[in-house]
C-alpha cells in the first residue's frame, strides 16, 4: 500500500507541476517573442503580467464551446482528447533526478521507470499525430483537411531521422531504461569534461544531437516547421474549426510535447540531473549564485531605473529581486540540497532547449512544403544513417564495456 | 489486478475488432484496428514482454496506421453505401461463421491439454537478448526478411514511378 501511497504524492505533485510549466511555459513564450522584436509582451494582468496564463486559461474555459453543424460530431470531439492525451501520458517515463530520501521514505525521482522507456516515448508521439490528422479530417473544412494531411506526412517522415538519431547513443549507452541512462553518464573525463551522450567515446553524439533536435521541431509542429498551421496558407490549418477547449486541448498539447521533447534529449543527450562540472569544484553554488545575480540585476533595474506605468509597477522588479534572492537561500539549506540540485541541473538544461525552440520560433521564417520534405528525406536521413554506422563501427572497434 | 486489466482490455480488444467490420466511415475501421493494436499491446504488456508491446505500438499504430489514414484522408473517402449482398452470401454466411467458430473451438480445446499454462509477466525477456538472438541464431531469416522488404519497396517504386521517354 505504501508503494501506491508514494505514487499518488509523486503523481500529484509531476501533474502540478507539469500544468504550471504547461501555463506559464506560453507566458515566457510571449514575453520572449516579444522582446527579439522589441515590444513588452504581456504586461497588464496582475505584476509584469504574471497572472497572464491565469486569464488565458478563464477566458479559454469560459468561451462557448462551438460545434460546427458540418462536422463529423464523434471525431470532431475525439480529435482534441486524443491529442492531449498522447502529450501528456509521455512525461510519466522521464527521470527528473535520482533517487532521494525524503522523511525516511525512499524513491525515485520521477514516476515510472520502464525497462523500454525511450520505445515507449517513441511509441506515444508517434500516436500523436492522430489527434491532429482526425482533427483537420472531422472538421470537414478543406483547409483543416490539408493541415491534418501535411502533418501526418510530416510526422511519418521526421520520425525516421529521429528514431534514428536515437538509436546511436543507444549503442554506446546499451539500455533502454531512461534512468539507467542517465545514470551511464555520471563521471567526468580528465576531472572536468562531462560523460554526457554529446561528449561520450568512442564517437560524440554531436550530430545525433542535432538531428534530435531538428526533427524534434518538426514533431512538435513548431516552427520553422508548422506547416500543418501555417497562418498564411491555411488559416489555422488542422484547428481552424475549434473553439473554446478543443482548441486550449490542441494548445496544450503542443506546449506538452515541447516539455517532453526537451526533457527527452536533457535525459538521453545531455546527461539528465549531472551537473555541468563536478560538485568538488563547487558546481553546488551555481544556482545560488545564478539566483542571486538574478535577484541584483532586478534590483538594480528595479531601485535605479523605476518601471513607469501603474502606480505599483515600480515594486515589481525589486519585489521579484527579492523572491529570487530568498529562493536562492532555500538552496544553501543542506536539508534540501540532495533534491533541489539536481532538479535545478535537469531544469535548467530542459529550460534552455525550451529556449531554443522560443528563440528559432523568433528567428527563423517557415519553410515551403517541398522543402521540408526534400530536407528529410535527401539530407537528414541518410546523415542520421551515416551517423549510426560510425557509431557502431567506433562501439564495435572499442569491444564490449567491462 | 492482472486479470481484471487483462478483462478490460480483452474485451476492448474483441468490441475494436467488431467495430473495425462494421463500421462504415472507412476512418472509423482505421481507428478501431488502431485501438485492437492498443489493447493487443496491453495485453503483450500483461504478458511481461514490454519490448514486443513498444514494437507492436510503434510499427502498428504509429507506422502502419498512420499511413492508412493518410491515404483515407488524401483520398478523402466518404461512408461507404453498402451494396446488395447476393442471395448465396446471405443463405451462406452465417452457418458457414457457426461452423468455423466450431472447429475453432474444437480445435483448441484438443490442443489446450497439451499446451501449458501461461501466466502473467512470465515472457520476462528484455530487448537485449531478443536483439541477440536475432543476430545469431535467427541471423539468416532476420537477413533474407530485410531483402524481401527492399525488394518489395523496389518493386512499388518500379510500378508507380512515371515512365520516362
Same mark, same amino acid.
Request: include cysteine.
Given at each position: 500500500?505504501?508503494?501506491?501511497?508514494?505514487?499518488?504524492?509523486?503523481?500529484?505533485?509531476?501533474?502540478?507541476?507539469?500544468?504550471?510549466?504547461?501555463?506559464?511555459?506560453?507566458?515566457?513564450?510571449?514575453?520572449?517573442?516579444?522582446?527579439?522584436?522589441?515590444?513588452?509582451?504581456?504586461?497588464?494582468?496582475?505584476?509584469?503580467?504574471?497572472?497572464?496564463?491565469?486569464?488565458?486559461?478563464?477566458?479559454?474555459?469560459?468561451?462557448?464551446?462551438?460545434?460546427?453543424?458540418?462536422?463529423?460530431?464523434?471525431?470532431?470531439?475525439?480529435?482534441?482528447?486524443?491529442?492531449?492525451?498522447?502529450?501528456?501520458?509521455?512525461?510519466?517515463?522521464?527521470?527528473?533526478?535520482?533517487?532521494?530520501?525524503?522523511?525516511?521514505?525512499?524513491?525515485?525521482?520521477?514516476?515510472?521507470?520502464?525497462?523500454?522507456?525511450?520505445?515507449?516515448?517513441?511509441?506515444?508521439?508517434?500516436?500523436?499525430?492522430?489527434?491532429?490528422?482526425?482533427?483537420?479530417?472531422?472538421? !470537414? !473544412?478543406?483547409?483543416?483537411?490539408?493541415?491534418?494531411?501535411?502533418?501526418?506526412? *510530416?510526422?511519418?517522415?521526421?520520425?525516421?531521422?529521429?528514431?534514428?538519431?536515437?538509436?546511436?547513443?543507444?549503442?554506446?549507452?546499451?539500455?533502454?531504461?531512461?534512468?539507467?541512462?542517465?545514470?551511464?553518464?555520471?563521471?567526468?573525463?580528465?576531472?572536468?569534461?562531462?560523460?554526457?551522450?554529446?561528449? *561520450?567515446?568512442?564517437?560524440?553524439?554531436?550530430?545525433?544531437?542535432?538531428?534530435?533536435?531538428?526533427?524534434?521541431?518538426?514533431?512538435?509542429?513548431?516552427?520553422?516547421?508548422?506547416?500543418?498551421?501555417?497562418?498564411?496558407?491555411?488559416?489555422?490549418?488542422?484547428?481552424?474549426?475549434?473553439?473554446? &477547449?478543443?482548441?486550449?486541448?490542441?494548445?496544450?498539447?503542443?506546449?506538452?510535447? &515541447?516539455?517532453?521533447?526537451?526533457?527527452?534529449?536533457?535525459?538521453?543527450?545531455?546527461?539528465?540531473?549531472?551537473?555541468?562540472?563536478?560538485?568538488?569544484?563547487?558546481?553546488?553554488?551555481?544556482?545560488?549564485?545564478?539566483?542571486?545575480?538574478?535577484?541584483?540585476?532586478?534590483?538594480?533595474?528595479?531601485?535605479?531605473?523605476?518601471? *513607469?506605468?501603474?502606480?505599483?509597477?515600480?515594486?515589481?522588479?525589486?519585489?521579484?529581486?527579492?523572491?529570487?534572492?530568498?529562493?536562492?537561500?532555500?538552496?544553501?539549506?543542506?536539508?534540501?540540497?540532495?533534491?533541489?540540485?539536481?532538479?535545478?541541473?535537469?531544469?535548467?538544461?530542459?529550460?534552455?532547449?525550451?529556449?531554443?525552440?522560443?528563440?528559432?520560433?523568433?528567428?527563423?521564417?517557415?519553410?515551403?512544403?517541398?522543402?521540408?520534405?526534400?530536407?528529410?528525406?535527401?539530407?537528414?536521413?541518410?546523415?542520421?544513417?551515416?551517423?549510426?554506422?560510425?557509431?557502431?563501427?567506433?562501439?564495435?572497434?572499442?569491444?564490449?564495456?567491462? | 489486478?492482472?486479470?481484471?486489466?487483462?478483462?478490460?482490455?480483452?474485451?476492448?480488444?474483441?468490441?475494436?475488432?467488431?467495430?473495425?467490420?462494421? *463500421?462504415?466511415?472507412?476512418?472509423?475501421?482505421?481507428?478501431?484496428?488502431?485501438?485492437?493494436?492498443?489493447?493487443?499491446?496491453?495485453?503483450?504488456?500483461?504478458?511481461?514482454?514490454?519490448?514486443?508491446?513498444?514494437?507492436?505500438?510503434?510499427?502498428?499504430?504509429?507506422?502502419? &496506421?498512420?499511413?492508412?489514414?493518410?491515404?483515407?484522408?488524401?483520398?478523402?473517402?466518404?461512408?461507404? !453505401?453498402?451494396?446488395?449482398?447476393?442471395?448465396?452470401?446471405?443463405?451462406?454466411?452465417?452457418?458457414?461463421?457457426?461452423?468455423?467458430?466450431?472447429?475453432?473451438?474444437?480445435?483448441?480445446?484438443?490442443?489446450?491439454?497439451?499446451?501449458?499454462?501461461?501466466?502473467?509477466?512470465?515472457?520476462?525477456?528484455?530487448?537485449?537478448?531478443?536483439?541477440?538472438?536475432?543476430?545469431?541464431?535467427?541471423?539468416?531469416?532476420?537477413?533474407?526478411?530485410?531483402?524481401?522488404?527492399?525488394?518489395?519497396?523496389?518493386?512499388?517504386?518500379?510500378?508507380?514511378?512515371?515512365?520516362?521517354?
Amino acid at each position: 500500500m505504501n508503494f501506491f501511497l508514494i505514487s499518488l504524492i509523486k503523481m500529484g505533485i509531476v501533474t502540478a507541476a507539469f500544468m504550471t510549466t504547461l501555463a506559464y511555459l506560453q507566458w515566457i513564450e510571449r514575453k520572449v517573442l516579444a522582446h527579439i522584436q522589441s515590444r513588452v509582451g504581456p504586461y497588464r494582468v496582475g505584476p509584469h503580467g504574471l497572472l497572464q496564463p491565469l486569464a488565458d486559461v478563464i477566458k479559454l474555459a469560459m468561451k462557448e464551446g462551438f460545434i460546427p453543424s458540418h462536422v463529423n460530431t464523434f471525431f470532431y470531439l475525439l480529435a482534441p482528447f486524443l491529442a492531449v492525451f498522447f502529450a501528456l501520458i509521455s512525461i510519466c517515463v522521464i527521470p527528473f533526478g535520482p533517487s532521494v530520501e525524503i522523511l525516511g521514505v525512499r524513491t525515485d525521482m520521477g514516476l515510472a521507470d520502464l525497462s523500454v522507456g525511450v520505445l515507449f516515448i517513441l511509441a506515444i508521439s508517434s500516436a500523436g499525430v492522430y489527434g491532429i490528422a482526425l482533427g483537420g479530417w472531422a472538421s !470537414n !473544412n478543406k483547409y483543416s483537411l490539408l493541415g491534418g494531411l501535411r502533418s501526418s506526412a *510530416q510526422m511519418i517522415s521526421y520520425e525516421l531521422p529521429m528514431a534514428i538519431a536515437l538509436a546511436s547513443p543507444l549503442l554506446i549507452l546499451n539500455d533502454l531504461s531512461l534512468r539507467t541512462i542517465v545514470n551511464e553518464q555520471a563521471g567526468y573525463y580528465l576531472g572536468i569534461i562531462p560523460k554526457w551522450t554529446i561528449f *561520450q567515446m568512442p564517437f560524440p553524439q554531436v550530430f545525433s544531437f542535432l538531428i534530435f533536435l531538428i526533427s524534434g521541431f518538426a514533431e512538435t509542429n513548431r516552427v520553422p516547421f508548422d506547416l500543418p498551421e501555417a497562418e498564411n496558407e491555411l488559416v489555422a490549418g488542422f484547428h481552424t474549426e475549434y473553439s473554446s &477547449m478543443g482548441f486550449a486541448s490542441y494548445f496544450m498539447a503542443e506546449y506538452a510535447n &515541447m516539455v517532453t521533447f526537451c526533457s527527452l534529449a536533457t535525459v538521453i543527450f545531455l546527461g539528465g540531473w549531472h551537473p555541468v562540472f563536478p560538485a568538488a569544484y563547487g558546481s553546488d553554488f551555481v544556482p545560488v549564485l545564478l539566483l542571486l545575480a538574478g535577484a541584483a540585476m532586478l534590483l538594480y533595474h528595479g531601485v535605479v531605473q523605476p518601471t *513607469q506605468g501603474r502606480p505599483w509597477d515600480k515594486y515589481t522588479m525589486p519585489a521579484a529581486g527579492v523572491i529570487f534572492a530568498l529562493i536562492a537561500m532555500v538552496f544553501l539549506a543542506p536539508v534540501l540540497k540532495p533534491i533541489l540540485i539536481p532538479i535545478f541541473w535537469f531544469v535548467s538544461k530542459a529550460g534552455f532547449l525550451m529556449f531554443t525552440f522560443i528563440w528559432v520560433r523568433g528567428t527563423l521564417p517557415r519553410f515551403r512544403y517541398d522543402q521540408l520534405m526534400n530536407f528529410t528525406w535527401k539530407f537528414l536521413f541518410p546523415l542520421a544513417i551515416v551517423n549510426l554506422l560510425i557509431t557502431a563501427f567506433a562501439v564495435a572497434l572499442q569491444g564490449p564495456k567491462s | 489486478m492482472d486479470l481484471i486489466l487483462f478483462l478490460i482490455f480483452a474485451t476492448l480488444a474483441v468490441v475494436c475488432a467488431v467495430s473495425l467490420v462494421v *463500421q462504415k466511415q472507412p476512418i472509423g475501421s482505421a481507428l478501431s484496428l488502431v485501438g485492437v493494436m492498443g489493447s493487443l499491446a496491453v495485453l503483450y504488456l500483461l504478458l511481461g514482454a514490454e519490448f514486443i508491446a513498444a514494437v507492436q505500438l510503434i510499427v502498428y499504430a504509429g507506422a502502419i &496506421m498512420v499511413l492508412f489514414v493518410f491515404v483515407i484522408m488524401l483520398l478523402n473517402a466518404r461512408e461507404e !453505401n453498402p451494396a446488395g449482398r447476393s442471395w448465396p452470401s446471405r443463405l451462406l454466411g452465417i452457418p458457414l461463421l457457426t461452423v468455423f467458430l466450431g472447429l475453432v473451438a474444437y480445435l483448441m480445446q484438443r490442443m489446450a491439454p497439451s499446451m501449458g499454462t501461461v501466466t502473467f509477466g512470465s515472457f520476462n525477456t528484455g530487448a537485449k537478448e531478443i536483439g541477440r538472438s536475432l543476430f545469431n541464431q535467427y541471423l539468416l531469416p532476420f537477413e533474407v526478411t530485410s531483402v524481401l522488404v527492399l525488394i518489395a519497396i523496389l518493386g512499388a517504386i518500379v510500378l508507380a514511378r512515371k515512365e520516362i521517354d
